[in-house]
Nanobody, 118 residues
């Protein structure tokens, strides 16, 4: 059973920054793609950013220029650097992963809470 463990969430003021981390229980190379999703209270889960095995990245429009997804192979960790945070960014952020033959993200972390105060 693959496990993804997120960390780095917390309370930050608007305009501040946070860096989220996601550590999988297997080698990060075993996944074809990894992503960050978020879900705010009363809203549907939405994609924040994704990174495929070849380094291609995708961002939701509202996160472009503010969030950066990256991977550290030596630390076996996926990151989400978030800058210029806004109150609307308040949500539970979850890490997800899929393998090469999977069309959807099959593995999910428990999530980490990010709260941005105005």
């Amino acid at each position: 059973q693959v496990q993804l463990v997120e960390s780095g969430g917390g309370l930050v003021q608007a305009g501040g920054s946070l860096r989220l981390s996601c550590v999988p229980s297997e080698r990060i190379f075993s996944f074809n793609a990894m992503a960050w999703y978020r879900q705010a209270p009363g809203k549907q889960r939405e994609l924040v950013a994704a990174r495929t095995w070849d380094g291609t990245t995708t961002y939701a429009d509202s996160m472009k220029g503010r969030f950066t997804i990256s991977r550290d192979n030596a630390k076996n960790t996926l990151y989400l650097q978030m800058t210029n945070l806004k109150p609307d960014d308040t949500a539970v952020y979850s890490c997800a992963a899929r393998r090469s033959l999977q069309t959807e993200y099959a593995y999910w972390g428990q999530g980490t809470q990010v709260t941005v105060s105005s």
